[in-house]
């Protein structure tokens, strides 16, 4: 992938027209680059209402899987990927780690990040600490989470206080994990990793960068004590859920930023242990429990959407460079990689 995106004249910013890619395609605009939105059926009408957003050109496929038709015409325009939460949901880990385009980022994090029990052998091997898991039902003796295996947008979620909660919730034909539920404040945070910067804060390899926070709304959760007690609204038949309608952006005390950039660089030091390191946006999705403790529940490896209320910068980018976006951060990278020789370093 790499020799390919050598042999480009001029590199095109490519993604799939959704999650975050307005803040991706103003980013690389902003930093000089054409830009190729992927669109499925038709483009979207809206995104003619954002004309600093929306794409120089589209690709219109039938559905997400089309996109593997079509490396050739992408490898063509001199295309790089960005990868974005929706892009691999849609597209599907294994088909991404298939896709004959050169894409920023590294690939292998996939492999990782994708299994809840892989990503947990990566974070708590980091040393990060995540929520405690319950192996046996009859051990519930607090509030957990069941997840089940493949659950996307906090959807597949329920909570148990005790065994009897679980039982009658539990689906037997699929597989679950069952998960402290972390009591305390929730911070997702907006980072980013180049392998090739030697400014700011130092690695072993390259610099970490803190971009951004944002806390997500999620329906009916936020919301739901309005009514009464849990117990009360069950009878009822209405039940806790988790799913995401938008991004509250935040900021965190000071004096927790020390952890949060601790525990990036364990994040991003082991990474490079294990897979030869995560490349680019990643977010740490975490919880601040009343010790004042960090607990992460998950990492999502590429750029969140929890960055899009930042697209004209964020009281953390402002302390790097004014109006810094991470969409102008991947597209810096990606410049600043090809005028040094390191493409190579940082597509796959
Ligand atoms: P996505 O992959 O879209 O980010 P997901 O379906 O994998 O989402 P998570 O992000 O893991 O779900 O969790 C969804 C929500 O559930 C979180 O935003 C948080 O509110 C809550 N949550 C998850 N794990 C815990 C936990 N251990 N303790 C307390 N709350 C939790």
Redesign the pocket.
């Known amino acids: 992938m790499a020799e390919i995106v050598e042999g480009y004249d001029d590199i095109k910013i490519a993604t799939v027209c959704s999650h975050s890619s307005l803040q991706i395609f103003h980013g690389a605009r902003k930093e000089g680059f054409g830009t190729l939105g992927i669109a499925i059926g038709s483009p979207p009408r809206f995104y003619d209402a954002f004309p600093r957003g929306k794409p120089d050109e589209y690709i219109i496929l039938d559905d997400y899987t089309g996109i593997l038709d079509i490396a050739d015409d992408l490898i063509e325009a001199n295309a790089v990927l960005i990868p974005h ?1 929706s892009f691999v ?1 849609y597209l599907g880990a294994k088909n991404v780690l298939r896709l004959g385009v050169p894409m920023f980022g590294n690939r292998r994090v996939l492999e990782w990040e994708s299994d809840r029990r892989k990503q947990r052998e990566w974070l708590t091997s980091a040393g990060v600490r995540m ?1 405690s898991i319950i192996d046996n039902p009859k051990s519930i003796d607090r509030p957990v ?1 069941v ?1 089940y295996d493949g ?7 329920f909570i148990a206080k005790d065994e009897w909660d679980f039982k009658i919730g539990i689906d037997p034909t699929q597989n679950y994990m069952i ?6 404040t ?1 911070y997702y945070l907006h980072y980013f990793y180049s392998p090739i910067s030697i400014e700011g804060y130092r690695l072993s390899k390259g610099s970490l960068q803190l971009l951004s926070m944002d806390r ?1 709304d ?1 329906t009916n ?1 936020d919301e739901i004590y309005k009514l009464g007690s849990m117990e009360d609204l069950k009878r009822l038949g209405i039940f806790p859920s ?1 799913v ?1 309608t938008g991004n509250v952006p935040v900021v965190l005390r000071e004096s927790l930023l020390p952890m949060v950039f601790e525990m990036g660089e364990r994040t991003v030091e082991r990474s490079i242990e294990l897979f030869g390191g995560l490349i680019g946006p990643f977010c740490l ?1 975490t ?1 601040v429990t009343d010790k004042l403790d960090f ?1 992460v ?2 990492i ?1 490896a590429r750029i ?1 959407a929890g960055t899009n209320p930042f697209i004209g910068g964020s009281p953390y980018a402002e302390l790097i460079e004014p109006d810094l976006s991470t969409g102008i951060r991947i597209a810096r990278e990606i410049r600043n990689a090809k005028g040094a020789g390191r493409l190579a370093e940082i597509i796959s």
Do not use: D, H, N
Request: proline share 3%; net charge neutral.
């Open positions: 939460g949901e929520p989470l997840k659950a996307k947008g906090g959807r597949g979620f998960q402290e539920y972390v009591m305390g929730r997500r999620e959760i988790f995401v999705e919880i607990v529940f998950e999502s969140v």
